[in-house]
């Protein structure tokens, strides 16, 4: 049975700060993995999803990775912001996703 | 094109009520699945389904919840006798035939059962 595990559960930065959020699965034989963020009260906004066969995507200030063998996943955030803030979200899987149960992140002004 | 939409956005029921949850998938998409969240919990999948068909129910309780997606209409999720567990947030996603692995989030739908 996948699970899903993200650490921390919550996290403050200063604004402008890189950072990074984890994301680590225990059956390595997924399809895809996606991050995605959810806003308080609202949906999922897909982020960035990573193929199995692939390593790495990109989009603008996010870059995020994928190594199988260890079982990880990490969100990069270049240069943060106040809109950033929210609960970002990893899950594998292809029709039926596996979610973590997020970080919570807060930037700071 | 309009996402997928869920309503109501909000819902409360008393115990023993039905609740009757709904999601239109986004144009041309014809897959839907149903995520659970529950308070201080990670989303769960419940159902997965295309027109007419439920393809993996593995996540839906064995009693009182049930889903379909019609020919026509929405996708629904329904709830029978309805108790304080219940109360969560039910998330619709919605993905094309041939991504299936690209699935589209609603806002989701908020079950309050007193």
């Known amino acids: 049975k996948q699970e899903v595990t993200q650490i921390p559960a919550a996290l403050s930065v200063p604004e402008g700060e890189n950072l990074v959020l984890n994301c680590s699965f225990t059956d390595s034989a997924i399809y895809n993995l996606q991050w995605f963020r959810q806003d308080p009260g609202k949906g999922l906004t897909s982020l960035l999803l990573i193929q199995s066969s692939q390593r790495e995507q990109t989009s603008g200030r996010l870059n995020a990775s994928l190594d199988k063998s260890s079982g990880r996943s990490t969100l990069y955030i270049a240069a943060s912001q106040p809109g950033d803030s929210a609960t970002y979200l990893c899950a594998v899987g292809n029709e039926k996703l596996t979610f973590g149960t997020g970080t919570r992140l807060t930037i700071i002004p | 094109n309009a996402g997928v939409m869920q309503n109501p956005r909000h819902l409360v029921r008393r115990r023993g009520q039905e609740a009757r949850l709904r999601c239109s998938p986004m144009k041309g998409h014809s897959h839907v699945y149903w995520y659970r969240q529950l308070p201080e919990e990670g989303l769960k999948f419940m159902v997965y389904?295309?027109?007419?068909?439920?393809?993996?129910e593995s996540g839906m309780p064995k009693e009182r919840f049930s889903a379909e997606f019609p020919k026509e209409g929405p996708s629904i999720l329904r709830i029978q006798q309805v108790v304080r567990g219940d109360s969560a947030a039910y998330f619709c996603a919605s993905s094309f035939p041939g991504a299936k692995n690209i699935q589209y989030f609603g806002a989701g739908t908020r079950l309050s059962v007193l």
């Open positions: 389904l295309q027109k007419e068909n439920i393809i993996d």
